[in-house]
């Protein structure tokens, strides 16, 4: 697939065309999504829960596609054609203004919005995720305090970042934050150099470096989630 | 050569080889399984925190796994999602 943008404008497939448009929006800019968006996703035929199916895949895939690079795995599968190599050039993904962020609603259900009640199997499957991630693992709780809320100024998720009121207060913290923020607005650029980098910082640890990185990239799955939900139901 | 240590499934001890075990041991589309025949890259890459690892495939298996969406149309968003991640993998 060479370019999914094109594919989001011009498929002549209807349904193929709003996923991919769903899929390049939540990956790039889940706080840009609106009522809009909602209803040229349902004119398309895709019901609330294949929506939200959406959004939960485009986070998933997130995930995956930043452990991968910055763990720098090899590929699993014979592939035809040579892969192309990332771009560490290629500009960052925009950061939203805290005027941009939407506001978490009730998801009351009303007809208007998008029941984010949905998908009940696969929410509650995320919140182990989230606990652990929050909660445990090498790094100081405020060190993982400053990478979650690095994530979510990157994604618009406001309600994570007025639950937490830290900033950097070392060298260290600094290069926390700047990984925080390769991770949720460059994946492309992950590699060798984001772990030169922490190591460089202080970070002698592999098991910390892998915390690091991996924190930053799990809550850009749980940011995304929110924001694009949120997003989706607001109703300006 | 990865940027981090992995240990893969033949190396774990402990938890990490009950991990893999209970992971190998899930049915898998034969289009899935990778040449190698273990563990795919994308597990292994999260064997430096085993707790960690049940919990996130444990969300993917469920939303990568079934509907709504049908397969064909998963794939679709899983890759536009790769594609503009710059994630070849």
């Known amino acids: ?236 | 050569m990865p940027h981090l240590p992995v240990i893969p499934p033949q190396a774990a001890s402990g938890l990490l080889h009950e991990v893999y075990q209970r992971a190998l041991s899930r049915p898998l589309p034969p289009v899935y399984r990778p040449l190698h025949g273990g563990a795919a890259g994308i597990i292994v890459a999260h064997s430096l925190d085993p707790q960690l690892l049940p919990l996130v495939f444990g969300f993917a298996g469920q939303v990568n796994g079934q509907g709504p969406l049908t397969w064909p149309q998963r794939e679709l968003v899983n890759t536009v999602t790769s594609r503009l991640n710059q994630c070849f993998y």
């Open chain 1, 1 to 236: 697939m060479a370019d999914p943008r094109a594919l989001a404008e011009r498929a002549p497939d209807l349904l193929v065309r709003a996923l991919a448009r769903l899929a390049c929006r939540v990956t790039e800019a889940p706080w840009a999504l609106d009522a809009a968006e909602l209803a040229a996703a349902r004119a398309a035929a895709l019901s609330d829960e294949a929506i939200v199916h959406v959004v939960l895949l485009a986070a998933l895939f997130g995930h995956f596609n930043r452990m991968a690079d910055a763990v720098g795995i090899e590929l699993d599968y014979g592939v035809r054609l040579t892969p192309p190599h990332a771009e560490p050039a290629t500009p960052a993904y925009l950061k939203p203004a805290p005027a941009d962020w939407p506001l978490p609603t009730a998801g009351d259900g009303a007809e208007d919005s998008i029941r984010v009640g949905l998908r009940a199997a696969a929410l509650p499957l995320l919140e182990p995720w989230q606990a652990h991630v929050w909660g445990q693992g090498p790094l100081a709780p405020h060190q993982r305090s400053l990478i979650r809320r690095t994530v979510a100024e990157c994604l618009g998720d406001g309600a994570t970042v007025q639950a937490l009121d830290v900033a950097p207060a070392s060298p260290l913290d600094a290069a926390l934050v700047a990984t925080a923020d390769e991770v949720a607005r460059a994946p492309w650029r992950l590699g060798a150099g984001t772990v030169a980098r922490l190591r460089s910082a202080g970070l002698s640890d592999d098991v910390e470096i892998f915390d690091a990185i991996a924190t930053a990239s799990s809550c850009t799955t749980f940011s995304r989630i929110r924001v694009a939900l949120a997003a989706l139901n607001r109703r300006d």
